[in-house]
């Protein structure tokens, strides 16, 4: 498998149920990424790891939990979600340069997105 | 203040022609990248093209080419020969750095619909 992976690609979840998001990359990069999407609202960063230590946390609700237990994988867990939750969320990798090196293109890879219905 | 500005919420363009989505951004940084991305109605983003702030001729891949424009900060993505595929929403974005610390930053899309 190439690219990065996300599962499940759709998900229906009460509010008060318990579930993950699984993304898993297999580039080699050293920074995962979670992204929030609403309708007709900008991409929102939600956290950003990097060589598996958080590095960024926007503020995010505490209903929202990341996991990274390797440079490969990255977990969103949710509970307690509400229906103001629902989106579309985007797993990304990137492989950042430590200083005196750096990649030409230091841009994002994608997965396909998990589109979650809070009900 | 908004870094990526995309000024275009939806745009319409004929099949085979050849169409201009604009970005124009904000920096005072001298080494940054910027980049197109293609969302699909399926929620992939798929990266299309990039432009390094030092690269001196315009980016181009196949299809899609970079209008760059240093002085005023304008990085307006061109796709010729527009097909019906390409209908999707359009983001441009910049990242200041390659530290997880400068982090890729989005304008708010550009609708695109090719017509038939």
């Known amino acids: 498998e190439t690219g990065v992976t996300q599962t499940p690609r759709h998900l229906v979840m009460g509010m008060t149920n318990k579930k993950s998001l699984k993304c898993e990359q297999h580039?080699?990069?050293?920074?995962m990424y979670w992204y929030k999407q609403s309708a007709k609202k900008p991409l929102e960063l939600m956290f950003v790891?990097?060589?598996?230590?958080?590095?960024e946390n926007n503020s995010v609700p505490s209903r929202f939990s990341p996991e990274c237990p390797n440079s490969s994988h990255l977990f969103l867990h949710l509970h307690t979600l509400q229906p103001e939750d629902s989106a579309l969320y985007l797993c990304?990798?990137?492989?950042?340069?430590?200083?005196?090196?750096?990649?030409?293109?230091?841009?994002?890879?994608f997965g396909s997105g998990t589109r979650l219905t809070v009900v | 203040a908004q870094k990526i500005t995309q000024t275009q919420p939806g745009m319409f363009v004929q099949e085979k022609e050849a169409v201009t989505l604009d970005c124009t951004y904000d920096?005072?940084?001298?080494?940054?990248?910027l980049f197109w991305y293609k969302q699909p109605s399926s929620g992939e983003m798929i990266f299309l093209i990039y432009?390094?702030?030092?690269?001196?001729q315009n980016a181009t891949e196949g299809r899609y080419s970079l209008n760059f424009q240093k002085a005023r900060k304008s990085a307006n993505l061109v796709i010729s020969a527009s097909q019906l595929g390409d209908s999707a929403m359009y983001f441009c974005?910049?990242?200041?750095?390659?530290?997880?610390?400068?982090?890729?930053?989005f304008g708010g899309g550009t609708r695109l619909m090719v017509k038939p």
């Open positions: 990304a990798s990137s492989q950042d340069s430590h200083p005196g090196r750096g990649p030409r293109n230091y841009g994002y890879t």
């Open positions: 580039l080699g990069h050293n920074a």
């Open positions: 432009q390094g702030s030092y690269d001196e």
């Open positions: 974005a910049m990242r200041e750095g390659v530290n997880a610390g400068n982090m890729l930053t």
């Open positions: 790891y990097s060589l598996e230590e958080r590095v």
């Open positions: 920096t005072s940084d001298q080494s940054y990248g």
